[in-house]
C-alpha cells in the first residue's frame, strides 16, 4: 500500500522559514518522480514543486521560485521541501504526490497525495 505523509507544518510569521517532510513506503521511491502540491483555503489543488528520481531536474512553480527548495533522500524514503521567506498567500495544506516527468513539467498524482501538513503564515 502506498502512504504517504507529510509533516513540519505549522504557525508562523510572513518571513519565517519551515522544513517539511514526506515520508514515503509502499512502493520503490528511489526509482519515482516525487513533487509537492498543496491547497490553499477555499482553492483546488496547486502543483509547487518537482523532483526527479536522481535528484535532478528539479522544477518550482514560479510563485515559489527562489523562496523553496525542493530536495530528497533516497536512503530514508523521504522528500523535503525548506521554506523561507513565507508570505500569506503560502498558507495552505502541504502534499507529497508521486509524479510523470514530461515535456520538462511535472504531473502530480493529485488523487494519490496522502496525508498532509497545515502551513499557516501570519503578516
Known amino acids: 500500500e502506498v502512504q504517504l505523509v507529510a509533516s513540519g507544518g505549522g504557525l508562523v510569521q510572513a518571513g519565517g522559514s519551515l522544513r517539511l517532510s514526506c515520508a514515503a513506503s509502499?512502493?520503490?521511491?528511489?526509482?519515482?518522480?516525487m513533487t509537492w502540491i498543496r491547497q490553499a483555503p477555499g482553492k483546488g489543488l496547486e502543483w509547487v514543486s518537482g523532483?526527479?528520481?536522481?535528484?535532478?531536474?528539479?522544477r518550482y512553480a514560479d510563485s515559489v521560485k527562489g523562496r523553496f527548495v525542493i530536495s530528497r533522500d533516497n536512503a530514508g524514503d523521504t522528500l523535503y521541501l525548506q521554506m523561507n521567506s513565507l508570505k500569506p498567500e503560502d498558507t495552505a495544506v502541504y502534499y507529497c504526490s508521486r509524479g510523470s516527468y514530461l515535456g520538462g513539467k511535472y504531473y502530480p498524482e493529485f488523487d494519490q497525495r496522502g496525508q498532509g501538513t497545515q502551513v499557516t503564515v501570519s503578516s
Open positions: 523532483i526527479q528520481n536522481s535528484g535532478g531536474r528539479i
Open positions: 509502499g512502493f520503490a521511491f528511489a526509482n519515482t518522480h
